[in-house]
């Protein structure tokens, strides 16, 4: 089986631009679907979730464009679906099957509808119950009350209310809500129970109001959709953040200092799990909010506290504060989560067993849990993920408590989260920033830091030194700013092994050229340059680990890197170290610059480094000094490793 090791980590901090929302995103694909007009949909989730639904509304006659990165245009079908059969693979997505069977049920076609051997365990009974009261003629293709289904056509009438359960998935009434507008009629929904999970039914609500369909609602009992209203395209829409994938990386700044901010979410969402933040809150984490961010520190404390919480409105961002919970002060109880034993698994049954096996104390109910946390934790358990992305989400922030593990099919994420490892390294992944002016032996030590601990290593300088050189090679001036932020912004360049390719070119030895180091510092004065390389440099950050080597790694690009090294020498020094080496490269006598002119062209690069008005070059307060003067490498890395040693114990040890 695959799996990912995850090192212990200390400190989570950083920012993160979320996926889109899965919730969102398979609604709005529907209603634009149904709709009448073009819809253009941004920044929709490309994940398993909705890969599942694009494919199904394709199969069905739905026009389906791509107009660039996860964007989309619809054309609506203005009613019933054209496509009148259609065998249908619905993967795990729930919020794909359910409102799709109402949908196709009132479409007047011949349809199959099946997933994965887990969706054929996860309920639809209430919602064909609640189609068949209106004549629709849905059947169960394998067990009663579960998928797979077969639907025929049938003539539908809406004489009465529609009596429908709400205590096993919220998703049926969604369903129900969404198609029902298809029948052109005034339709009734009455629930007969306890509507569960009620902030999902808010944005279904939200949603069907921006296509021009509104419900009016007796409290969370009666639903009430005035015939004669079809769904028309509002023309352009946005998918926001997914705030269940955001309660990962919350948790991460509660659980690893932070700050860790998302962005994509806030104040302004129609998401319930932006709640997932209160919940933080009742455990002492610092939240900040803005209308489109949410950011999360640890408590001012530092301990984070035990809960007893009811927590039926976020029941998929709730499986996140079960893992943040052992790292409380006491027993947490999650109350009121039945529908976690038919989701993606058995959620609650799945949770105990992991936790337990990290040393946890926990014990179950049939609709709550409680876990108690443990003074340490078992190392390197194998944690199993059971085929569903938010216990291999969740899980991974366990090594936060700096407690290594290793998570199990961690693919799994795909199904709403596909690149999420990455991003989790990206706020937690731990960062040596050695920073330091030109010769002072920084590359070479870097990288002999980073293969000593198996990190990943970044030469920031390259990169500047890439971008003289493309810009020379393109014909852009060096001074000329917006040409050469261009260049940056769309570099060429891959590093395979220890060679570097620009354009596939292989520019290993020519970035080393003297003329091309001083372009490189030219252009790093200029801010939009250094602005358009700030993402690609940060996206180096990966676990386990890495030594990012440049001038202003620990100030601008991770200014939260636990490991600040400013690594110098004097300049005398250093020139005659660079003298050495154009020696020690075979350079013949009469072409060598002399150790002076080394020297002056040394000063004068330091000058113009240390003026700049972007990142000048300066030793950051945080950052620890090394003065290689005296030193040779391998003590310079020793004295580098030393304080790594120092900071990060659990690292290295
Ligand atoms: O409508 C939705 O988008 C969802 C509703 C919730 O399900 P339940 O209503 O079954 O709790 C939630 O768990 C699911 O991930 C998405
Ligand atoms: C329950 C979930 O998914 P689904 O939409 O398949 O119900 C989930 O994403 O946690």
């Known amino acids: 089986m695959e799996h990912i090791d995850l090192p212990a980590l200390t400190r989570a901090a950083g920012t993160v631009r979320l996926p889109g929302s899965k919730s969102i995103s398979n609604r709005m694909l529907l209603l634009a679907a149904l709709a009448q007009g073009e819809t253009e949909i941004r920044d929709l989730l490309d994940s398993d979730d909705t890969k599942v639904m694009l494919e199904a509304l394709k199969k069905v006659g739905v026009g389906v464009t791509v107009t660039g990165v996860n964007a989309y245009r619809i054309t609506g079908c203005g009613g019933p679906f054209p496509g009148k059969s259609g065998d249908l693979f619905m993967g795990n997505a729930g919020t794909a099957i359910r409102p799709l069977t109402a949908a196709l049920?009132?479409?007047?076609?011949?349809?199959?509808?099946?997933?994965?051997?887990?969706?054929?365990?996860?309920?639809?009974?209430?919602?064909?119950?609640?189609?068949?009261?209106?004549?629709?003629?849905?059947?169960?293709?394998?067990?009663?009350?579960?998928?797979?289904?077969?639907?025929?056509?049938?003539?539908?009438?809406?004489?009465?209310?529609?009596?429908?359960?709400?205590?096993?998935?919220?998703?049926?009434?969604?369903?129900?809500?969404?198609?029902?507008?298809?029948?052109?009629?005034?339709?009734?929904?009455?629930?007969?129970?306890?509507?569960?999970?009620?902030?999902?039914?808010?944005?279904?609500?939200?949603?069907?109001?921006?296509?021009?369909?509104?419900?009016?609602?007796?409290?969370?009992?009666?639903?009430?959709?005035?015939?004669?209203?079809?769904?028309?395209?509002?023309?352009?829409?946005?998918?926001?953040?997914?705030?269940?994938?955001?309660?990962?990386?919350?948790?991460?700044?509660?659980?690893?200092?932070?700050?860790?901010?998302?962005?994509?979410?806030?104040?302004?969402?129609i998401q319930g799990d932006v709640r997932f933040a209160e919940a933080l809150a009742v455990m002492g984490a610092r939240i900040e909010m803005g209308e489109n961010w949410i950011e999360a520190s640890a408590p001012a404390t530092g301990k984070l506290k035990a809960f007893d919480l009811d927590l039926n409105h976020i029941p998929d961002a709730a499986m996140t504060l079960a893992v943040a919970a052992l790292f409380a002060d006491g027993p947490c109880t999650l109350r009121n989560i039945a529908s976690w034993r038919v989701k993606e698994t058995d959620r609650i049954a799945a949770m105990a067993a992991e936790l337990r096996k990290l040393g946890a104390a926990v014990e179950e109910g049939a609709d709550w849990i409680t876990v108690a946390p443990a003074p340490t934790y078992s190392r390197n358990a194998a944690i199993d993920t059971y085929d569903d992305h938010r216990m291999a989400m969740c899980f991974s922030l366990v090594a936060l408590g700096g407690v290594p593990l290793r998570i199990n099919d961690p693919k799994c994420v795909a199904k709403t989260f596909p690149d999420y490892f990455d991003r989790f390294g990206r706020i937690a992944a731990p960062v040596i920033a050695i920073d330091g002016p030109s010769a002072s032996g920084k590359g070479t030590v870097a990288q002999r830091v980073a293969e000593t601990l198996g990190f990943h290593f970044l030469d920031s300088g390259a990169l500047y030194r890439l971008t003289a050189l493309a810009a020379l090679r393109a014909g852009v001036a060096l001074d000329d700013e917006t040409g050469v932020a261009a260049v940056a912004a769309t570099l060429p360049a891959e590093f395979p092994g220890d060679r570097i390719l620009l354009a596939g070119d292989d520019v290993t030895e020519a970035i080393r050229a003297e003329e091309i180091g001083v372009g490189a510092s030219k252009v790093a004065a200029l801010p939009a340059v250094r602005t358009a390389l700030l993402e690609r440099q940060r996206a180096y950050r990966r676990?386990?680990?890495?030594?990012?080597?440049?001038?202003?790694?620990?100030?601008?690009?991770?200014?939260?890197?636990?490991?600040?090294?400013?690594?110098?020498?004097?300049?005398?020094?250093?020139?005659?170290?660079?003298?050495?080496?154009?020696?020690?490269?075979?350079?013949?006598?009469?072409?060598?610059?002399?150790?002076?002119?080394?020297?002056?062209?040394?000063?004068?690069?330091?000058?113009?480094?240390?003026?700049?008005?972007?990142?000048?070059?300066?030793?950051?307060?945080?950052?620890?000094?090394?003065?290689?003067?005296?030193?040779?490498?391998?003590?310079?890395?020793?004295?580098?490793?030393?304080?790594?040693?120092?900071?990060?114990?659990?690292?290295?040890?």
């Open 105 to 269: 049920a009132l479409s007047g076609g011949h349809y199959r509808l099946s997933g994965v051997p887990r969706m054929h365990e996860r309920p639809i009974g209430d919602l064909v119950d609640g189609l068949r009261q209106i004549g629709a003629d849905v059947r169960y293709a394998g067990k009663d009350g579960f998928p797979p289904l077969e639907i025929f056509p049938a003539a539908v009438k809406l004489a009465a209310p529609i009596r429908v359960r709400g205590d096993v998935s919220s998703q049926f009434l969604t369903a129900l809500l969404m198609a029902l507008p298809l029948t052109g009629e005034t339709a009734v929904i009455e629930m007969t129970t306890e509507l569960i999970s009620k902030p999902y039914i808010e944005i279904t609500l939200n949603l069907m109001s921006r296509f021009g369909v509104t419900v009016e609602r007796e409290g969370w009992q009666r639903f009430t959709l005035r015939g004669g209203q079809r769904y028309v395209s509002p023309g352009v829409v946005h998918v926001e953040g997914d705030a269940s994938g955001a309660s990962y990386f919350l948790a991460a700044g509660a659980i690893g200092g932070g700050p860790v901010r998302v962005e994509g979410v806030g104040r302004g969402s």
């Open 543 to 653: 676990l386990p680990g890495l030594v990012a080597d440049g001038r202003d790694m620990g100030s601008v690009v991770f200014p939260e890197a636990p490991v600040k090294v400013f690594l110098t020498a004097s300049a005398e020094a250093r020139a005659e170290r660079r003298h050495k080496q154009l020696i020690g490269k075979g350079m013949p006598a009469n072409m060598r610059p002399l150790l002076q002119d080394i020297l002056q062209e040394l000063r004068e690069r330091d000058a113009r480094d240390a003026a700049r008005s972007v990142a000048p070059l300066k030793q950051e307060e945080d950052a620890e000094l090394v003065d290689t003067t005296p030193l040779g490498i391998d003590e310079a890395v020793a004295a580098v490793l030393d304080i790594v040693r120092r900071k990060l114990p659990q690292v290295v040890s």
